[in-house]
């Protein structure tokens, strides 16, 4: 059920819509959570955003960026540098939409894990939903680490609720092999109904990123890989107001810092 704060009405103008956006839409209707929003325009956003998200994910598939581990990651030395930890610092004087564009422009140059690759998705839909000039002014200092993102990047966490298309899953791998500690999970963006991108892994259903896991389990292993009940996504009214440095305190006032989303092993708070 969705709900708008001051309207008795739900109903309005879905013209302008993709069909991804009139489906999450529809589903939310449908749904026996009560999903509530400020205004119109802040819905319109929030599927906005998600849509923008699938289609990152899409596009971060088909570049020829690839999966590595950080001791192997590799970075256009234009744009970033990389550091001993194997993550990817901005260089100074580079704008961060281009260099969040010039991985998807230029994906040869590029190899990094699954957790590194859902934060360069997000910051690519904020790019095309807020624009440059307001992405560069809110992510001046990037860095690409594992689940490591700006403050501004402000995550919600879920749990047990219905996910849609946009939402970070995550695909849990108990017994792995210790060897490879890589596949210990792995990171998915929704992208539909049972349809997931997984860095590395591609897109796929939920049993063939399972059945993919379930290969790299330790000898002996017979407990399977599971997708995981919890999920993230961003705060949608926070980033939507994210336009010009100088409303970025207003906005903080506004929304007070929370514990942001757990990505992988590894739990980060703004």
Sequence with gaps: MIVIEGQTNTLFDTTALSMLEKDILQQKKQSVTRYRYASEAHLRYELK????TVEAAKALDASEAVFATFSKSRCNRRYWTRNEEGGFKLNVGVSPANAIRDIYDNGSEYAFECATAI?????????????????????????LYDGHHDSHLRLINEDGKTSYPGDVLYFSNPEHDPDKPEW????????????????????????????????VRKPGSDVSAYLSDKFFHPDFAYIRGLTARNQLSEIQMIFPARIVAQIGSNRYIC
Excluded: T
Excluded at 49 to 52: E, G, K
Excluded at 126 to 141: L, M, Q, T
């Design 184 to 215: 210990q999970g792995e990171n998915v963006v929704k992208l539909g109904a049972d349809l997931y991108y997984g860095h590395g892994i591609g897109i796929k259903s939920e049993q063939d990123i399972i059945s993919v896991l379930n290969k």
């Design 49 to 52: 955003l998600r849509s923008l």
């Design 119 to 143: 934060i360069i998705v997000l910051y690519k839909a904020i790019i095309e939903a807020n624009g440059d000039e307001a992405f560069n002014a809110n992510f001046p200092n990037l860095l």
